[in-house]
C-alpha cells in the first residue's frame, strides 16, 4: 500500500508506504484471526496523515467485515472492530462518515 500526497509544486510525492506481507505476519494481525485480504475504502486519518483507515470484507468469510487502522509509517495494526457495513436493502456498503473516530471509539 502506498501513499501518495500532492505538493505545492503539483507533484506527487511519495508519503508513506508498507508492505502488506508484513502487516499480515505480524502477531497482533495474526492473533485476531484477520483475513489476508487486500483492504478497500482506504481513508487517511483526520487525526495522522500517517494512519490509513480501511475495510477488510470476504464473502467466503459469511459475509464478516473489519475496519482496521494502521499505522502506515511502521506498518502497525492500531485498531480493529468488526462491523456489518452492507446495506441489505440498496446491496451497497455503508460506512461510517468520521470513519477513524469510529475505530478510536471501539478501543475505549
Known amino acids: 500500500?502506498?501513499?501518495?500526497?500532492?505538493n505545492?509544486?503539483?507533484e506527487?510525492?511519495?508519503h508513506c508506504e508498507i508492505?502488506?506481507?508484513?502487516?499480515?505476519?505480524?502477531p497482533s494481525y495474526q492473533g485476531?484471526?484477520?483475513?489476508r485480504r487486500l483492504p478497500e475504502f482506504p481513508v487517511i486519518s483526520m487525526d495522522d496523515p500517517g494512519v490509513l483507515c480501511c475495510l477488510l470484507r470476504a464473502k467466503e468469510f459469511a459475509g464478516k467485515e473489519w475496519?482496521?487502522?494502521v499505522d502506515m509509517n511502521h506498518a502497525d495494526l492500531q485498531s480493529c472492530t468488526d462491523v456489518n457495513v452492507e446495506d441489505k436493502f440498496s446491496n451497497t456498503t455503508q460506512l461510517p462518515t468520521v470513519f477513524s473516530k469510529?475505530?478510536?471509539k471501539a478501543n475505549r
Open 32 to 35: 485476531l484471526g484477520l483475513p
Open 8 to 10: 505545492s509544486n503539483f
Open 12 to 14: 506527487w510525492e511519495e
Open 19 to 26: 508492505n502488506l506481507d508484513c502487516l499480515w505476519a505480524q
Open 1 to 6: 500500500i502506498t501513499i501518495w500526497t500532492l
Open 67 to 69: 475496519m482496521i487502522m
Open 102 to 104: 469510529y475505530l478510536q
